[in-house]
């Protein structure tokens, strides 16, 4: 009887650890592996762009190769210190024939000057040069008050003409020159992201353009990418103010400190008022929340230029946007979806 027993919960036993090697073994067989982030920086569009990306179906690395080419690809392209590029093309000749992709990027700077009233111009390169933020190697200084006057006579987005049907830009006056500066970032973020999921749909990951910062897809396959804002009042570059979670989209930061110099005292940064010629003084740092990190480029300068206290702020929400702006003094406004992605999802 003693043996029944125990021959009875012998064969329980082997049972039970059966069942256990059976679920162990469907684990290893069904879980995915944690995915494992590899990233690369590339120095492109006058900043650094860091690619953070974990592969699922394609390795990390393979994926990081084809974003630095995509990156590399754009850059050479669309900067107008490039001298085959389009934009360098159509300064020198006032007129270019272009691609596809370059008409698109040609007319979405128009079109986006149109909505935001001309806040984004992308004919300010006359400005940019005399201010030196037309190049990192120029020499930067304050201009004279003749020098911008005369600048801002060839300053207006509509002196570039688009036309679609035989696919050529052109500059309807001598002295005027553009650059895609504002918005070319936030399309090359977009483009990595197109591209990395082209080969690998299910790739993780983001793209961080010097603090411009496009969502691959959520960290680990599950969770969001905690972003913090930075401070503009701070000269440490890692203090943040604010944090946003993002498993998709975009959040792009137009700050006062990104490229500046100082000058008796004064601080004159990168982005130009089109209607005054000056550094913009009514923000000290815009964010702005988009699905795409083109259309947070945009709104991110345009709204540093428009201000503080633009009462449209809440208006351009329309265009898909989320925005938080900081005044010099320190205050803030927000658009009313902003508060949403301050919370963990
Ligand atoms: P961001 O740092 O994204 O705000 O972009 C600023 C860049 O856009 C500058 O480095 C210039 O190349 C360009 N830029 C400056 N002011 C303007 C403006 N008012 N409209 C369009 N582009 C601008
Ligand atoms: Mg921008």
Redesign the pocket.
């Known amino acids: 009887m003693r043996q029944k027993n125990m021959h009875s919960l012998r064969v329980y036993l082997y049972i039970i650890a059966l069942g256990v090697g059976i679920f162990l073994l469907s684990l290893l067989l069904f879980s995915k592996p944690t995915p494992v982030y590899e990233e690369k920086e590339v120095p492109v569009l006058?900043t650094i762009v860091r690619v953070k990306v974990a592969g699922d179906k394609v390795s990390s690395n393979v994926l990081l190769n084809t974003a630095e080419q995509e990156l590399y690809r754009i850059h050479n392209k669309f900067s107008p210190n490039v001298e085959s590029s389009v934009v360098h093309k159509l300064n020198t000749d006032g007129r270019v024939e272009v691609d596809e992709e370059a008409l698109f990027l040609f007319q979405a700077a128009y079109n986006y000057?149109v909505i935001t009233g001309g806040?984004?111009?992308?004919t300010?390169?006359p400005l940019?040069k005399l201010w030196g933020?037309?190049d990192i190697n120029s020499q930067k200084k304050v201009p004279t008050q003749e020098e911008i006057n005369k600048a801002l006579e060839n300053v207006d987005y509509r002196f570039i003409k688009v036309d679609e049907k035989n696919r050529e830009i052109s500059l309807l006056k001598d002295g005027v020159e553009v650059?895609l500066?504002?918005?070319a970032?936030?399309y090359a973020i977009d483009l990595v992201i197109q591209k990395i999921k082209g080969i690998d749909p299910e790739a993780t990951g983001f793209v961080d353009a010097g603090g411009?910062i496009g969502i691959i897809g959520p960290k680990f396959g599950e969770l969001p990418w905690v972003i913090g804002i930075r401070d503009p009042f701070s000269q440490d570059a890692l203090k943040s103010i604010d944090t946003i979670y993002l498993t998709s989209g975009a959040v792009?930061t137009?700050?006062d400190y990104?490229?500046f110099f100082t000058e008796d005292g004064k601080k004159y940064h990168?982005?130009?008022?089109?209607e005054d010629g000056y550094p913009?003084r009514n923000a000290s740092s815009v964010t702005v929340i988009a699905e795409k990190a083109m259309i947070a480029?945009v709104f991110?300068?345009?709204l540093?230029?428009l201000g503080y206290d633009n009462p449209a702020l809440d208006y351009f929400t329309d265009f898909g946007i989320q925005a938080f702006v900081i005044s010099p003094a320190g205050e803030s406004v927000q658009t009313k979806g902003f508060d949403y992605f301050r919370e963990k999802m």
């Not at 990168?270 to 089109?274: C, E, K, S, T, V």
């Open positions: 006058g000057a806040a984004f111009d992308p300010v390169r940019l933020f037309d650059d500066g504002g918005i970032k936030g411009d792009v137009s700050g990104e490229r990168h982005i130009i008022d089109p913009a480029d991110s300068t345009a540093f230029v």
